[in-house]
């Protein structure tokens, strides 16, 4: 397991300071729209084009890198997306900072999928669910402390600037290795009307899921400054909700592999639900907003490996992972519409709006899954599938879990 630990640590240190570097512009970008006046609605806007732009990388990156190959293709995609962060301080409008954020995006999946598949060729089959925890552990990790660069002191423009300069170093890691690049795989395609065919509430779900967090992603800095937040107090909610997300990953994945999936599913889709009630009631800082949006984080980001796990238990161990691109695509669609009907929402009833949206849309997939219970008999604990700790961000992440693994 060390050794595996030990090869990958170049690719574990580059996603760690690409998203502590790139993780906080989300945050910042939506921050610096809000304080300018921006209506909810356009920079809604603005961060759907993200998921956009993830959307379309994750579908077109491949072919590229099979062309060139992944260090260049890794190093085209950082140095693009120093360019953009750059970028921003440039000129401050709405229609500009969207083609920025849907680059961002198409950057974002190239350097996923380059690193993803890269760990896939490096795991040992032993070790390949615990080296995907330590990348989604850096991933997030980085994320979290990334959001702090929102208290930078100094000109306007000093967060972009700091954020640039790790986003550009995070290139050194993997210019520098000797790691044999790998071959990425061309997947055969399996359409999302089989998925539903094969599993309804995985397929429902991802795409549910992909509205909530697209909708706090891109509208979780509006919400918390409209509560009077000031921007360090921002940037501390903002890290704890993805904090939150590492936190009851497993726990809520021993519980799912040892009982009925879609119970432990319905929990904690109710539990979402009473959350983001309660988030939605809280009208300014302190103490009760950080407990609950740890909360929030800790059970909506378990949504998602809960609902492709699901999926899984449902599917043939070659479908999984040609099955795991219909599931990234569902997720991002609702992604990309997130942010714009979260925005909407909060034009309508206030900051509050954001998590009303975000827990209605908990609420009628809880239905769903309710309903789904009645409608078919549960998977025998024995033959679910593992719940994978940390969810998966691209499909070529799926490949690290494509050999059995024992329960514990």
Known sequence: MLSSFITTRGLLLAIFMLMAGNGVISTLVSF?????????????????????GLTVGALRVSPIIRRVGHIR??????????????????????????????????????????LESWLNEQAESGTRGSVLAAYMICLYAGQSLGQFLLNLGGPAAAPFIASSLLISLSILPIALTRMKEPVVAQQAPFSVHRLYTASPLGVVGCGMIGLMLGAFYGMGAVYARRLGLEMSEIALFMSVVIAGGVALQWPVGWLSDRFDRRAVIVAVLLGTTAVCGGLAWVTGSGPVL????????????????????HTNDHLSAEQRVSASGGLVLTYSIGAAAGPTAGAGVMMAAGAGGLFLFIGACALLTLIFALWRQIRR????????????????????????????????
Do not use: H
């Open 32 to 52: 610096r729209l809000e304080s300018a006046g921006t209506r909810a609605g356009l920079i809604g806007l603005v961060a759907t084009s993200y998921f956009i």
């Open 290 to 309: 950080l407990i609950l949006g740890l909360l929030f984080g800790g059970l909506s980001f378990a949504l998602y490996p809960l609902c492709v796990a």
């Open 377 to 408: 008999e549960p998977v025998p604990s024995e033959l679910q599938q593992p719940y994978q700790i940390l969810p998966r961000t691209t499909p070529a992440a799926a490949e690290l879990d494509r050999l059995p693994r024992s329960k514990n």
């Open 73 to 114: 293709t890794f190093a085209a995609a950082v140095s693009l997306l120093s360019a953009t962060t750059l970028a921003y301080t440039v000129f401050q409008g709405t229609g500009f900072w969207a083609l920025l954020r849907f680059i961002d995006g198409l950057s974002v999946a190239a350097v996923f999928i380059c």
